[in-house]
């Protein structure tokens, strides 16, 4: 700024070398602070008190959908999203605050969250101050001569926020599993002592010969089964809450699809629930722990089997499974015609302990958002009440960039229709 001050004030006494020098320097200048810019990884305007665009930089061109020319265009009617226009007008007339954030979420084609940032920047007007004083002479100036500008800065956040979200589910997974597994394993040890006594109970009988023995020996069959159950219960549980790290391997995706449906088989024929299934031939293998894929699709099944169940009606009771190949990535859909969700539940089933059901623990959900993180994976459901849930699953073969701002190219100003809803975990 003292620098193009100082070169104003002795332009008209500069030789013709010296001015392409400074026009030069002054080139350089600009360059170096347009490519600062373009390496901010969001949006970036700079735009005058009277909202109209000074500065994009590249992110920002893409953001708004202009190739070419953006100097004069008012930034809030070039904004495609209306909502992200109010955020943003009503930051701009809370300017006595130097830097102001908010946090939108949109619809979009998928939920988006964005970081509005509002930075208040008072620029001196050369025009009406180098009338008034000698430049060299003063610092200050008077404040009629102020422009005000603003350096808006938009930021895709959804990954972010999508990952902090993760981590505190993951978490709060993490530390009901330690106290559930404490208590659990504090249950095996009684119930430990009781399967001892019981086996001597067993070797006694063995030497009594009274008239009640017959009736003794079916009361204790049935403690000693139920002690068997609650044990097998305790184990089952330990099992699957112990947190385990994937052990992954080259498999078919379709081959545990094939396998998981085989040990649902009995369960679906008896419920009188129709499959079908649409492989993708010859898709790729990929690196997945078979165990934990397999404890992941009896959890969406199961929910796909309950969900029909409680729609109660005896018609259409189908589940479809497919897979398909993308470039980077497997998906693997599970679609039912149950009872469906709307959509302020199908924001909470990722929760722990969400459940709609008499019986329901509400980690299944949980169970399956956990095994998808350890699988570079995606799980999208989308739901309408009364007409079905479908899952989607998707499997990437190298971990995934984060979402910039440049990927939204053909942003939608459209919600989703409102009966049918998504969710991300
Ligand atoms: N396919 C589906 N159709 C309709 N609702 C579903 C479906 N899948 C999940 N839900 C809803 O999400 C909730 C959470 O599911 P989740 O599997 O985590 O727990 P749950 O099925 O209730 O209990 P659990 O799996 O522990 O037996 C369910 O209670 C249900 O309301
Ligand atoms: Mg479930």
Do not use: C
């Amino acid at each position: 700024m003292l620098f193009q001050k100082r070169i104003l004030s002795k332009l008209s006494h500069m030789r013709k070398e010296e001015l392409q020098k400074m026009i030069m320097t002054l080139v350089n200048q600009n360059n170096h602070l347009i490519n600062g810019l373009n390496a901010f990884p969001g949006a970036l305007f700079i735009i005058n008190n009277e909202h109209f665009i000074d500065f994009a930089n590249d992110v920002g061109k893409k953001f708004l959908n202009i190739e070419g020319r953006y100097y004069g265009r008012s930034l809030l009617k070039t904004l495609w999203s209306p909502e992200i226009a109010t955020a943003l007008s009503t930051m701009l007339s809370h300017t006595d605050q130097a830097v102001q954030y908010k946090d939108i979420s949109l619809f979009l084609r998928t939920p988006k969250d964005f970081l509005i940032g509002v930075f208040h920047v008072h620029r001196f007007n050369e025009h009406k101050k180098q009338k008034k004083t000698n430049i060299s002479s003063t610092h200050t100036t008077p404040k009629a001569s102020r422009e005000q500008n603003f350096l808006i800065t938009i930021n895709d956040v959804s990954d972010f926020k999508r990952r902090y979200l993760e981590e505190s589910q993951e978490n709060s997974i993490n530390s009901l599993t330690m106290l559930t597994s404490g208590i659990a394993h504090e249950i095996k040890n009684p119930l430990s002592a009781l399967d001892l006594h019981l086996q001597l109970i067993s070797r006694t009988f063995k030497k009594i010969h009274t008239p009640e023995k017959k009736e003794l020996e079916e009361l204790f069959s049935i403690v000693n089964h139920e002690v068997r159950r609650l044990d097998s219960i305790l184990n089952d549980f330990l099992q699957s809450f112990r947190p385990r790290k994937a052990i992954k391997k080259s498999e078919h995706l379709n081959d545990i699809v094939i396998l998981t449906l085989d040990l649902l088989r009995a369960k679906l024929e008896d419920k009188k629930i129709k499959t079908t299934l649409s492989l993708a031939p010859k898709l790729k293998t990929t690196l997945l722990d078979k165990n934990l894929i397999e404890q992941l699709l009896l959890n969406i099944i199961e929910n796909s089997i309950e969900a029909i169940e409680e729609k109660g009606s005896d018609e259409n009771k189908l589940i479809s499974i497919e897979t398909t190949e993308q470039p980077d990535h497997l998906t693997l859909t599970i679609k039912d015609t149950g009872i469906g969700m709307k959509e302020e539940h199908l924001a909470k089933i990722f929760n722990p302990f969400y459940t709609s059901k008499k019986m329901g623990t509400g980690l299944g959900l949980s169970i399956v958002s956990r095994i998808m993180r350890e699988h570079n994976g995606e799980i999208i459901v989308e739901s309408r009440a009364g007409t079905g849930t479908k899952v989607i699953l998707e499997f990437y073969h190298h971990p995934r960039k984060m979402l910039m701002l440049e990927n939204l190219s053909t942003p939608s100003t459209h919600p989703p229709p409102k009966t049918e809803a998504r969710s991300r975990a």
